[in-house]
T-cell receptor
Framework: DSGVTQTPKHLITATGQRVTLRCSPRSGDLSVYWYQQSLDQGLQFLIQYYNGEERAKGNILERFSAQQFPDLHSELNLSSLELGDSALYFCASSVDTLWAGANVLTFGAGSRLTVL | GNSVTQMEGPVTLSEEAFLTINCTYTATGYPSLFWYVQYPGEGLQLLLK?????DKGSNKGFEATYRKETTSFHLEKGSVQVSDSAVYFC?????????????FGQGTRLTINP
């Protein structure tokens, strides 16, 4: 157990629907990152939050949004789902010591989304 | 932008064979470099890291050396075990406007046969 908890583990839904993925970071970690893993695109960085504020954005679609709450858990909202959104979505957390230059990310087990 | 290129898989070896998984990177500046491993059904786990040129990261018998001159960070293990079967990801860390981001390679699937 990495200490990063993601729910749900599996989710099957239909095109056009909306889903929410949840992540609880490891205790003491202030940063949360979301990554999408698909067969054709590999691991793509979506977005990062630090202590409740958005810090960095990657290849995140406008149909997707995220937030980090005061208790530091984060949610990734995916709307108007398309077949191509089927993927494994990972959350990772870190202490976020940027000055050290080598922040280690701890990953959750992922949420597998299937869009039919 | 920064990128990581890994040796394409899948790679299949026999137990006790020598392993090399090639990784090269393109980056401005001097990023930190990482190898992450993903076992079946699990998330990624940090295997080893190196933060500056000529650093050697090592863990569980795996090693990788940060080579600035060849922009490489190849993963090696002298004698692999069946339990090493997993997907291996090379990654670099870039900091843009105060935010850190990991850029991953495509991953290399390794299968070790007894």
């Amino acid at each position: 157990d990495s200490g990063v908890t993601q729910t749900p583990k599996h989710l099957i839904t239909a095109t056009g629907q909306r889903v929410t993925l949840r992540c609880s970071p490891r205790s003491g970690d202030l940063s949360v990152y979301w990554y999408q893993q698909s067969l054709d695109q590999g691991l793509q960085f979506l977005i990062q939050y630090y202590n409740g504020e958005e810090r960095a954005k990657g290849n995140i679609l406008e149909r997707f949004s995220a937030q980090q709450f005061p208790d530091l858990h984060s949610e990734l909202n995916l709307s108007s789902l398309e077949l191509g959104d089927s993927a494994l979505y990972f959350c990772a957390s870190s202490v976020d010591t940027l000055w050290a230059g080598a922040n280690v990310l701890t990953f959750g087990a992922g949420s597998r989304l299937t869009v039919l | 932008g920064n990128s990581v290129t890994q040796m394409e898989g899948p790679v299949t070896l026999s137990e006790e064979a020598f392993l090399t998984i090639n990784c090269t990177y393109t980056a401005t500046g001097y990023p930190s470099l990482f190898w992450y491993v993903q076992y079946p059904g699990e998330g990624l786990q940090l295997l080893l890291k190196a933060t500056k040129a000529d650093d050697k990261g090592s863990n569980k018998g795996f090693e990788a050396t940060y080579r600035k001159e060849t922009t490489s960070f190849h993963l090696e293990k002298g004698s692999v075990q069946v339990s090493d079967s997993a997907v291996y990801f090379c990654a670099l860390s870039e900091v843009i406007q105060g935010a850190q981001k990991l850029v991953f390679g495509q991953g290399t699937r390794l299968t070790i046969n007894p």
